[in-house]
T-cell receptor
Framework: AQSVTQLDSHVSVSEGTPVLLRCNYS??????LFWYVQHPNKGLQLLLK????ATLVKGINGFEAEFKKSETSFHLTKPSAHMSDAAEYFC?????????????WGLGTSLAVNP | GAVVSQHPSRVICKSGTSVKIECRSL??????MFWYRQFPKKSLMLMAT?????????EQGVEKDKFLINHASLTLSTLTVTSAHPEDSSFYIC??????????????FGPGTRLTVT
């Protein structure tokens, strides 16, 4: 069975400090993994994705994530938080369901950035 | 990049009426579109998968007679909430896949529609 767990529902950091948003997954197959960001009153935006290529994935806005198969993790990091990073972040695993590939969503991590 | 629009962005309707939400792929053809529902502070829940020219596939627990989905063209899918009730109030999000892109499994999301049923 496919599942994804975001270990923190809320993370608060100071501007300029590192960001770590944790995600663990469960998948019977080699997974495709994504991180999406949702700003208030805006659509979901893809930050980065892992699709069985390099295990360290670089995304937009300075974010990156490392796929660790032995730990079944795909944590999202950023070296230095910016105020504009405050948003809801979703870790997502993709799997094939029937004739279509479906997405399983984590419950989200709300990131607050303090000045 | 691929852009998906939704209309309306917000709608308020009275209990018992029906509401139609449109999802359009603006610069690509989408043979598959997805409809999600998002509750406050909650994750996205897939409601149904919409394939152009065929009946939508609904997830378990989603009433197909209540949430009517039509995907009549390669750029438009509609979700109609029939006989809406206050418990149908939610944020509805659509997404679309561009099979011609280098990432055919990537989904592009619309900005969402906030439905409030009074």
């Amino acid at each position: 069975a496919q599942s994804v767990t975001q270990l923190d529902s809320h993370v608060s950091v100071s501007e300029g400090t590192p960001v770590l948003l944790r995600c663990n997954y469960s998948s019977s197959y080699s997974p495709s993994l994504f991180w999406y960001v949702q700003h208030p009153n805006k659509g979901l935006q893809l930050l980065l994705k892992y699709t069985s290529a390099a295990t360290l994935v670089k995304g937009i806005n300075g974010f990156e994530a490392e796929f660790k198969k032995s730990e079944t993790s795909f944590h999202l990091t950023k070296p230095s938080a910016h105020m504009s990073d405050a948003a809801e972040y979703f870790c997502v695993v993709s799997f094939r369901g029937g004739n279509n590939r479906k997405l399983i969503w984590g419950l989200g991590t709300s990131l607050a950035v303090n000045p | 990049g691929a852009v998906v629009s939704q209309h309306p962005s917000r709608v308020i309707c009275k209990s018992g009426t029906s509401v139609k939400i449109e999802c359009r792929s603006l610069d690509f053809q989408a043979t598959t579109m997805f409809w999600y529902r998002q509750f406050p502070k909650k994750s996205l829940m897939l409601m149904a998968t919409s394939n152009e020219g065929s009946k939508a596939t609904y997830e378990q627990g989603v009433e197909k007679d209540k949430f009517l989905i039509n995907h009549a063209s390669l750029t438009l899918s509609t979700l109609t909430v029939t006989s809406a009730h206050p418990e149908d109030s939610s944020f509805y999000i659509c997404s679309a896949r561009d099979y011609t892109s280098q990432s055919p499994y990537e989904q592009y999301f619309g900005p969402g529609t906030r439905l409030t049923v009074t």
